[in-house]
Structures are given as C-alpha cells and as structure tokens.
C-alpha cells in the first residue's frame, strides 16, 4: 500500500452516524470502511468508464435498476 497520509474529514452529525453503524455491523474500523468504500467505488467507476452497466436487483420484487454515479 506504500506511505500512509494523515488527513481530516468533516462529516454531517447525519454521516458519522451512518459511518459509525457501517463500522459496528462490520467489526470493521471508522478507516477500514473509508477505504473499503474507496476501492468500491474505483471498481465501479472503472467498469462504468470501460462502458458496462451495472445493475442492482430485487429478486423478491422483481425489481432491477442500474446503478448511475452521479
């Protein structure tokens, strides 16, 4: 991964919140869930940019919609 940086983040009481949640269900530090949606959204975007279609879909409900980076 090479030299680590030290940075500051400001987030909504709103977002710090959800951040927290997505940290305790995943027993997963506040930093390991930053990078771990940082290289989430890289693959996206990579597989978008290369023209694919990704999709999220609801079997249940049959629902299918794709998913846009906006």
Same mark, same amino acid.
């Given at each position: 991964?090479?030299? #680590?940086?030290?940075?500051?983040?400001?987030?909504? &009481?709103?977002? @710090?919140?959800?951040?927290?949640?997505?940290?305790l269900?995943? =027993?997963?530090?506040?930093?390991?869930v930053?990078? #771990?949606?940082?290289?989430?959204?890289?693959?996206? &975007?990579?597989? @978008?940019q290369?023209?694919?279609?990704?999709?999220?879909?609801? =079997?249940?409900?049959?629902?299918?919609?794709?998913?846009?980076?906006?």
């Amino acid at each position: 991964m090479g030299e #680590k940086r030290t940075m500051t983040l400001n987030l909504s &009481e709103e977002e @710090m919140n959800s951040l927290d949640q997505l940290a305790l269900r995943n =027993d997963m530090s506040k930093t390991a869930v930053i990078r #771990k949606a940082i290289r989430i959204y890289l693959t996206l &975007e990579k597989r @978008m940019q290369k023209g694919e279609h990704i999709f999220v879909e609801d =079997d249940l409900h049959q629902i299918r919609a794709e998913l846009l980076l906006v």
